[in-house]
């Protein structure tokens, strides 16, 4: 696989923002989910010293910066008491004049073909902004809090290269306080392991670009995709983790040839007489069940498993290969675009599939999770590489990419949610082990 060669992005286009589609099934799962949450709310647990005075400041405070320098942890760690109640991924952009937290010069994390700086993007204003919730405040990531809470943990991405990226931009947001050691068991960079020595910590990153087992692409660029066989390559690993990352969706815009039972039921984009061609979220739904499916045939998986929401694509003025391009250098506002075409399809196919999973996950005391970035990163076109991803006399297929982030960039607050929901579980087990305590006692 070439580094770059993720997303071949998808669908019928409509670069201009016109078709008014409000996210409703994710609101209504938020709703569902808020509600939970409000229902089990109780004070933090976490191995911490000290709480520091939760705040209860909204919209006004800003979350202190956190240096080096002014490090002692317990003064770092600060939870806004909002969050319980607050849909931290409905919200807007807000200017951040003390990001990015880190450079190219000081991670070397960095993928080259995210690495916009030194191919010469011209502006910077894109890494000056963060998240900012409608109802709370997201605190900017606190890499020592972070790695306090995966102390003795371990953590894998499984999916494509946008998950890769996202690694990428944790191993930077992490520097501060650490590097990993290489503890790679392969050769192959697509399956890469790194270890935080002082936190006994690791994070892995398994190549799984379509979540299910396949093959190929043939000479003529065919795919095949076993739609309702696991993918051993991350299936067969997953007792090793407490954490689980997953991500998809861009691949499946390739000509696929689909089979089920081992025999061919469809294809996208193959061409061939007697085949029925489906949509690619066809495909898309289907291994996103048969992923829930293999997390939940582990019988000693324990840990919780995070669905990363599917990551909107920017072309503008053209599809990628019609010299369509992400030149845009602000992040918009809410008002100003809303999710349609494949980004739409995408998103809502993977909503259906989450909601089916986590019922029979949570019957089986499973954990899924969402971490529901799309909106905040529809909102975000000014994130990409586009042409600064190479040199402009490099031969790449993805020549604009307005698939993947630059680093620094956007992508790096999805750290910030990472940490945040890393929290919200620490609340919920605290709750749950209260409740077995008090069961006990009782019976
Ligand atoms: C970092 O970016 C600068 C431009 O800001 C560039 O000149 C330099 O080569 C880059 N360094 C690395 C190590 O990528
Ligand atoms: C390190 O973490 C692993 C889990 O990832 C755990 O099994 C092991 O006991 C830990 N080692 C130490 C020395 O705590
Ligand atoms: C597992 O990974 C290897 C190495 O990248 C790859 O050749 C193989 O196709 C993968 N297996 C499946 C089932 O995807
Ligand atoms: C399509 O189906 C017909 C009738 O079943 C069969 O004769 C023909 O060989 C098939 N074509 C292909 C390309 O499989
Ligand atoms: C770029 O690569 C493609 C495919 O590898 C090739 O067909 C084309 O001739 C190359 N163009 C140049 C200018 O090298």
Known sequence: MKPNSVGF??????????????????????????????????????????FPSLSSHRSSASPATISPENHPQDSLISIDDNHHKCDVFSGEWVPNPNAPYYHNTTCWAIHEHQNCQKY??????????????????????????????????????????????????????LSRVEYPIDVSKTKDENFKRWYYVSYNFTMATYWSPFLVK???????????????????NWT????????????????FSRPSL???????????????ENITDY???????????????????RKNFKGVTILRTFAPVHFEGGEWNEGGDCIRTKPLRNNEIRLEGSNLEMYLAQMEAFNEAQKKASENGLKFRLMD??????????GHPSKYGHWPNENVTLYNDCVHWCLPGPIDTWSDF??????????????????????????
């Open 236 to 251: 067969n690993h997953l007792e090793e983790f407490n954490y689980l990352v997953l991500n998809g969706g861009h691949w």
């Open 120 to 173: 010469g993007r011209p502006d910077s204003d894109y890494m000056k902004w963060k998240w900012k919730p409608d109802e709370c405040n997201l605190p900017v990531f606190n890499p020592y809090q972070f790695l306090e809470i995966v102390r003795d943990k371990a953590l894998a991405f499984v999916g494509d290269s946008v998950g890769r990226n996202q690694m990428q931009s944790l191993i930077c947001m």
């Open 214 to 232: 396949f093959s190929g692409p043939t000479e003529t660029g065919i795919f095949s995709l076993y739609l309702d066989e696991f993918d051993e």
């Open 418 to 443: 990472l940490l945040h929901m890393l929290k919200m579980e620490g609340r919920r087990s605290a709750q749950e082990k209260l409740i077995q305590r008090k069961r006990k006692i009782a019976s």
């Open 279 to 297: 949509p690619m979220t066809f495909g898309y739904r289907r291994a996103l069940r048969t992923a829930y499916k293999g997390i939940m045939s």
């Open 9 to 50: 992005p998808h669908g019928k286009n409509n670069t201009t923002y016109q078709t008014l589609i409000h996210l409703s099934t994710s609101k209504i799962l938020l709703l569902i989910t808020l509600t939970l949450i409000t229902l089990t709310v109780i004070p933090l647990y976490f191995p911490f010293h000290k």
């Open 373 to 382: 970035i799309t909106q905040p990163m529809l909102l975000r076109p000014d």
């Open 258 to 272: 689909y089979y089920e039972n081992n025999e061919v039921v469809g294809c996208k984009f193959c061409q061939k």
